[in-house]
């Protein structure tokens, strides 16, 4: 079950799949073909303990990728290029968007990371909540709303498939 438990937070913490993979992984009996992973057996494991361990790998997920873009984002600033580009485009769009941050930032990245799509989620939320200068106290509470309706979404969807199809699925 710990082998189990641990592909799901590696395929959590995988961009671009994060829990919109792993929760179905989580979830599914039979075999999977998975871009990049090859085919993969469904874990059969039970619903809540997917949903919990995909939800948290996936907070904790955004908390590293915030705090990485943060630090890593100030390297890249010593480079006087690359300096003069952030500040002429991504300074220039923090300014102008400081009031309606202040007003919709919090609600917009958690919606944005909730959208259960390619190209949103916690690493996509991370990335944006940054560049805007959101701060870390607002994109953790995003970026958690967020990633829980996230989680409940493809739960909800994946469950009702499996369901529809005739899949079992673990209570």
């Given at each position: 079950?710990?082998?189990?438990v641990?592909?799901?937070?590696?395929?959590?913490?995988?961009?671009?799949?994060?829990?919109?993979?792993?929760?179905p992984?989580?979830?599914?009996?039979?075999?999977?073909?998975?871009?990049?992973?090859?085919?993969?057996?469904?874990?059969?494991?039970?619903?809540?303990l997917?949903?919990?361990?995909?939800?948290?790998?996936?907070?904790?997920?955004?908390v590293?990728?915030?705090?990485?873009?943060?630090?890593?984002?100030?390297?890249?600033?010593?480079?006087?290029?690359i300096?003069?580009i952030?500040?002429?485009?991504?300074?220039?769009?923090?300014?102008?968007s400081?009031?309606?941050?202040?007003?919709?930032?919090?609600?917009?990245?958690?919606?944005?990371?909730?959208?259960?799509?390619?190209?949103?989620?916690?690493?996509?939320?991370?990335?944006?909540?940054?560049?805007l200068?959101?701060?870390?106290?607002?994109?953790?509470?995003?970026?958690?709303?967020?990633?829980?309706?996230?989680?409940?979404?493809?739960?909800?969807?994946?469950?009702?498939?499996?369901?529809?199809v005739?899949?079992?699925?673990?209570?």
């Open positions: 079950m710990l082998d189990k641990l592909w799901l937070i590696i395929l959590t913490f995988t961009p671009i799949f994060e829990l919109r993979w792993s929760i992984i989580g979830l599914f009996s039979g075999e999977i073909s998975v871009p990049l992973f090859g085919t993969i057996q469904g874990f059969a494991m039970p619903i809540l997917v949903f919990v361990v995909c939800v948290l790998a996936n907070i904790v997920l955004g590293i990728a915030y705090f990485f873009l943060d630090k890593v984002i100030y390297i890249f600033l010593k480079v006087d290029f300096k003069s952030y500040d002429r485009f991504v300074s220039r769009a923090q300014r102008r400081k009031n309606l941050i202040e007003k919709y930032g919090l609600i917009g990245v958690a919606l944005f990371i909730a959208v259960p799509l390619p190209g949103s989620g916690s690493w996509t939320g991370a990335l944006v909540a940054n560049l200068g959101l701060g870390y106290k607002k994109f953790f509470i995003a970026n958690t709303i967020g990633v829980i309706i996230a989680g409940i979404i493809v739960t909800a969807v994946f469950v009702g498939l499996f369901s529809l005739g899949l079992p699925v673990i209570a």
